[in-house]
């Protein structure tokens, strides 16, 4: 598991190393290509089971300053879309998959480091079974977050971050009493 990981890693390190970081875009455009990883943990709310989880994501953001009347903000108001593929440790081994769709907000607060807050939706698949959630199966992953990002240089950067992490299946079927964890991520994007 480890040696594949690794190799997964690697090749989406080179393909996001291959886009030119140099070119500035007026209007909608996507301004950072990232990937992350952390560690999640919260406990089952009806064993005594603890959920570990290590999230590893893709991070493709869209600057939406334009849209929202913001260009001379000193901020950046992001569309980000974030596959991820999530193994699960416990309570059994398992894997989350999906996308999520988040808007972030970052604000500068020193000259290379800006406050992130993020909040994000969207579908999953959750591989284990559950009280909390019965038969695995479709679900949402919702996420809300607070971090820093951490300019490397012009064209790249690191965040750091806190999120919470709600599962659900939004009363699609039968339990429906949502799985909530902590996490820490850590991500390198390229910035643009």
Request: with cysteine; aromatic share 12%.
């Given at each position: ?6 190799h997964?890693?690697?090749v989406l ?50 600057d ?9 903000s000193k ?6 879309l974030?596959?991820?593929c ?14 999520n769709?988040?808007f ?6 020193a ?13 999953m698949y959750?591989s284990?079974?559950?009280a909390e ?5 479709f ?10 990002r ?12 806190y ?16 799985i909530?964890?902590?996490?820490l991520v ?7």
């Amino acid at each position: 598991m480890k040696k594949q990981l690794f190799h997964v890693l690697s090749v989406l390190m080179l393909v996001l190393m291959s886009f030119p970081s140099h070119v500035k875009a007026e209007g909608v455009h996507v301004d950072e290509i990232g990937f992350g990883s952390g560690y999640a943990w919260g406990h089952m709310k009806f064993t005594d089971a603890t959920n570990k989880v290590m999230p590893i994501f893709v991070r493709v953001g869209f600057d939406m300053n334009s849209v929202f009347g913001m260009q001379e903000s000193k901020g950046t108001l992001q569309l980000a879309l974030e596959p991820f593929c999530n193994p699960v440790f416990e309570p059994e081994s398992g894997v989350e998959t999906g996308l999520n769709v988040f808007f972030r907000y970052l604000h500068p607060i020193a000259p290379s480091v800006k406050v992130v807050a993020e909040v994000g939706s969207g579908p999953m698949y959750l591989s284990i079974d559950s009280a909390e959630q019965g038969d695995g199966g479709f679900n949402f992953l919702n996420q809300f977050g607070l971090g820093a990002r951490f300019d490397l240089s012009d064209h790249d950067a690191l965040t750091l971050g806190y999120r919470f992490r709600h599962i659900s299946n939004a009363g699609t079927s039968q339990p429906n009493r949502g799985i909530n964890t902590n996490a820490l991520v850590l991500s390198y994007s390229l910035l643009y």
